[in-house]
């Protein structure tokens, strides 16, 4: 493939530039020594230490394996191509997709364009290096789920692709440029779903950025519950576009409601053991944690103490921070709303907003203030200019 875009050295620059592809660490979360790869659509060529050592054809299936703790054997169905350090299967085609199926799995994978593979402590590592916009569309996918409003696949496809560009140096010690878990964006390669793919084409390059020209953090979750919150409430940095609203489109979704019960005991101890760490503070001395519930608060207030409500949604795995505490006598009852960190874009909200007639400019204008659609292309540095 094509790399349309040059990295600019950092010391240089302090902005990225960006390609039109992009190297994401597959099964990033699985371990495994043996894999199965089988090109589908397209022409692929294998490459063997940087040498190509093999035409590939559709009915080509390969078998390779660590062995010697870092080398990789290659076996095609009749016999062994040899033992390697890197390996590449090269797309050459205008549409290249390969299987995969480590032995570990039960499933295999279809992934777009090209795969790296080396071995590292006795495990194979996989890098896919897809096109931006293949990597939007298995993102959507794994993101929003099937059966979604076309408008609303739209909104998702530009803040996955807004969020992939601007998250683009987070693995640069590792190797590559995104990992394919939450940590960066879920993705297991190519979708099917027609309605994703228009709506990856329909908006093809365009990311959001804010007044300096910056590509936005792009935050969603999936439901607030009835009210946004400020990015500095959950996180540390105050972003001028992530600000808490009121959001009436998500009220009477699926994630809107959730309650969880806890010993009353559990909940004592619970607490205790967590002021231990804190200091009191004076000007909330009286506890009332069980009072009416309060959409905007971050934290807790029990006998002087403050404790964050991320804390405790963690700790308990709550869906959300936003909500009320009864007290049952033997028992405590939490009745909550949202689904999410609410900061920026609601995705049941979204949805809504998609089904009620608003188009996708709307929506991202809704949710994420005073921010403008852009060709990535256009950034500075972006390769393109
Ligand atoms: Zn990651
Ligand atoms: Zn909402």
């Known amino acids: 493939m094509k790399k349309l875009g ?5 010391l240089t620059f302090s902005s990225f530039a960006y390609s ?17 790869i089988a090109p589908l659509t397209g022409t692929y060529t294998l490459e063997c230490d940087g040498k190509r050592m093999d035409s590939c054809s559709t009915t080509s299936i390969y078998e390779i394996t660590v062995v010697d703790d870092s080398l990789l054997q290659v076996k095609s169905l009749d016999h062994i191509i040899g033992k390697y350090n890197h390996l590449r299967f090269r797309g ?7 299987f995969s199926k480590p032995s570990t799995e039960s499933v295999k994978r279809l992934y777009d364009d090209d795969l790296t593979l080396t071995a ?5 590592k996989l890098i896919n290096i897809v096109d931006l916009e ?8 794994c993101e929003a789920g099937p059966k979604k409003p076309a408008e609303f696949y739209k909104v998702q496809a530009i803040i996955c692709r807004t969020y992939a560009l601007n998250d683009i140096a987070r693995h640069i010690s590792d190797g590559f440029e995104l990992c394919d878990m939450v940590h960066c964006q879920v993705y297991q390669g190519v979708t099917h779903n027609t309605d994703i793919l228009q709506a990856v084409e329909s908006t093809k390059g365009m990311v959001l950025v804010d007044d300096n020209n910056q590509l936005i953090t792009a935050a969603f979750h999936a439901n607030c519950g009835g009210q946004t919150l400020n990015s500095e409430d959950v996180w540390n940095s105050a972003l001028y576009y992530l600000r808490g609203k009121q959001d009436t489109f998500c009220t009477h979704q699926p994630a809107a409601t959730w309650e969880k019960k806890i010993p009353a005991t559990d909940w004592k101890n619970y607490l205790d053991k967590k002021e231990k760490y804190l200091h009191t503070d004076n000007l909330h001395s009286q506890g009332y944690w069980d009072s009416i519930p309060d959409s905007k608060r971050v934290f807790l207030y029990d006998k002087g103490y403050l404790i964050p409500l ?5 700790d308990w795995n709550l869906h959300s921070t936003y909500f009320t505490i009864t007290d049952n006598g033997d028992s405590f009852t939490l009745s909550g709303r949202g689904y999410g960190h609410r900061i920026g874009l609601c995705q049941e909200g979204a949805i809504h907003m ?9 929506i991202l204008h809704f949710y994420y203030l005073d921010v403008q659609l852009i060709d990535y292309t256009l950034l500075p540095f972006s390769g393109f200019n």
């Open 92 to 98: 050459y085609g205008t549409k290249n997709q390969f």
């Open 120 to 124: 590292e402590h006795g495990n194979l």
């Open 134 to 141: 293949h990597y939007v569309a298995g993102v959507v996918y």
């Open 6 to 10: 040059l990295l600019v050295s950092l």
């Open 354 to 362: 998609s089904q009620l007639g608003y188009n996708y400019q709307q």
């Open 20 to 36: 039109a592809t992009l190297s994401i660490h597959i099964y990033s979360d699985k371990t495994f020594s043996d894999i199965i």
């Open 310 to 314: 991320k804390d405790i949604r963690t």
